[in-house]
């Protein structure tokens, strides 16, 4: 008897460290299983943080991209503005010089009066100019152009500029005139032909100060119509010809939020 208690002790012993094993097993599972749901929750937080500042980086990007398209616009207008003060300036110069320089067969009544019916009546002092000096004003004809552009008239601008480059190819504006002619396709929604217009920048003004804007938008177009690896070859190609212009900023913006 004094044996069998023995054993029935021993055995007791055994199951209640087991039952301590057990408890202990089960709180350590309980212990990985809060632990377990804590990481889950720290990993939606993280996948929250990184979609958030995805989103703030596309806004970021698509903010810098609308202040240039602004800063470009307000520039094409201070430009028009400085276009109309210099031509009317040239005009009144060119009618003051008409009245000083009259002879015997302008008698100097006749040049002020030729002076003050074309400054009272409702025609533009550069429209004055045209008719008095017989050929169209290159600076007038960009600006009508660019005046359309800013209105709306997509067509209008692009048979503008189109006139302007047959009569004047080679000029300080003319870069800008192809530009925007590939602009005013762009905004109109007509990505292939605006990636064809922007080209012709590339390739007749290679020295213009248009090539990087001209290459920029060639990616837009090229995001437009879902060709992100031709986007991206020219977002790169933008940073690695013009690392510290403000094209290659909005570049690698952009870069970064094309799939």
């Not at 460290?17 to 990993?43: F, G, I, N, Y």
């Not at 050929?135 to 500029?161: C, H, I, M, V, W």
């Not at 003004?205 to 060639?218: C, T």
């Amino acid at each position: 008897m004094p044996a069998l208690q023995g054993d029935i002790s021993l055995l007791e012993r055994k199951v209640n460290q087991q039952r301590k094993d057990v408890r202990l097993v089960r709180q350590q599972q309980a212990e990985l299983e809060t632990r377990l749901d804590t990481l889950q929750t720290e990993l939606q937080r993280l996948r929250g943080t990184v979609d958030e500042s995805k989103h703030y980086a596309q806004r970021a990007s698509d903010d810098v991209i609308a202040l240039n398209e602004g800063l470009t616009s307000n520039r094409g207008r201070y430009e028009q503005e400085l276009y109309r003060l210099q031509e009317e300036m040239r005009t009144i110069k060119t009618l003051l010089g008409m009245k000083v320089g009259a002879r015997e067969d302008v008698p100097a009544p006749k040049a002020r009066e030729t002076f003050l019916q074309m400054t009272t009546t409702t025609v533009s002092p550069t429209e004055s100019l045209v008719k008095v000096t017989g050929t169209p004003d290159p600076e007038e004809l960009y600006n009508g152009a660019y005046s359309k552009l800013s209105t709306g008239d997509f067509k209008g601008s692009r048979d503008a500029f189109k006139n302007f480059l047959e009569l004047f190819p080679q000029t300080e504006y003319s870069d800008n005139a192809q530009f925007w002619i590939g602009e005013s396709y762009y905004r109109d929604k007509r990505y292939e032909e605006a990636i064809v217009e922007f080209e012709e920048v590339i390739k007749k003004y290679p020295q213009g100060n248009k090539l990087p804007d001209a290459l920029l938008k060639q990616a837009f177009s090229f995001i437009a119509l879902s060709d992100t690896n031709s986007a991206k070859l020219l977002l790169q190609k933008i940073i690695d010809r013009y690392p510290t212009s403000e094209q290659a900023e909005i570049a690698r913006a952009k870069l970064k939020s094309v799939k």
